[in-house]
């Protein structure tokens, strides 16, 4: 069966521009994830959905950072005037639901801002 | 400030013996942990988990031990395998936070043939 999908799998831009980044998520997942990774240190909790809302955006480190799921199914995170420091692994996951069902994870996108 | 935290970067182990991956967490509501193992170019995949009712949980070759005193919990591999080799993240999270995971900075595990 299909896992969660993440494209693209590695995106290079340029300090000031605007990105988006994709996630499928597992077929019947009602939840999911988005979570970054820096060199050297585990992921970090940017925010979760549940179905079509943003049950909890309190990781997402700045305004600069959006993400939608508008049909409850594929999300895009969407990130504007892109910093240097915004190079990381990009993770998405989703479970079956909010409880402590194990997360799948996605490959992850590679993002560097140069 | 980090809330969970993995001191061993790495870890060398031999073939055939046992693995011991340890983690500290300083957050008194966190009340379920898990681990998870990632290769190269690849997503995290969940290893084993334990609740803060229990002190341990086991899963053929994988033991995860929960001190709620100490706070701190430990991941064995017995007996180790070549296919090991990965880096294993520690996560927690509180029972009203469902998969709000906070991770520890990782340990590389290599199991030497």
């Known amino acids: 069966g299909a896992g969660v999908s993440q494209t693209p799998s590695n995106k290079v831009t340029e300090k000031g521009k605007y990105v988006e980044l994709r996630c499928d998520p597992i077929?019947?997942?009602?939840?999911l994830y988005w979570y970054r990774q820096s060199l050297g240190q585990g992921p970090e909790f940017l925010i979760y959905f549940q179905g079509t809302g943003a049950a909890d955006d309190s990781g997402l480190p700045n305004d600069r950072f959006f993400a939608v799921r508008p049909e409850g199914s594929v999300s895009t995170l969407k990130i504007q005037r892109t910093e240097r420091g915004d190079s990381a692994m990009y993770l998405c996951a989703s479970s079956p639901g909010t409880d402590h069902s194990p997360l799948h994870f996605g490959n992850g996108t590679r993002l560097t801002v140069t | 400030d980090q809330q969970v935290k993995q001191n061993s970067p790495s870890l060398s182990v031999q073939e055939g013996r046992i693995s011991i991956l340890n983690c500290d967490y300083t957050n008194s509501m966190f009340d379920y942990f898990l681990w998870y193992k990632k290769y190269p170019a690849e997503g995290p995949t969940f290893l084993i988990s334990i609740s803060s009712i229990k002190d341990k949980n086991e899963d053929g070759r994988f033991t995860v031990f929960l001190n709620k005193s100490a706070k701190h919990l430990s991941l064995h591999i017995v007996p180790s395998q070549p296919g090991d080799s990965a880096v294993y993240f520690c996560?927690?999270?509180?029972?009203?936070?469902?998969?709000?995971?906070?991770f520890g900075g990782g340990t590389r595990l290599m199991v030497k043939p």
């Open positions: 077929s019947g997942h009602t939840a």
């Open positions: 996560a927690a999270s509180a029972n009203n936070a469902g998969n709000m995971l906070t």
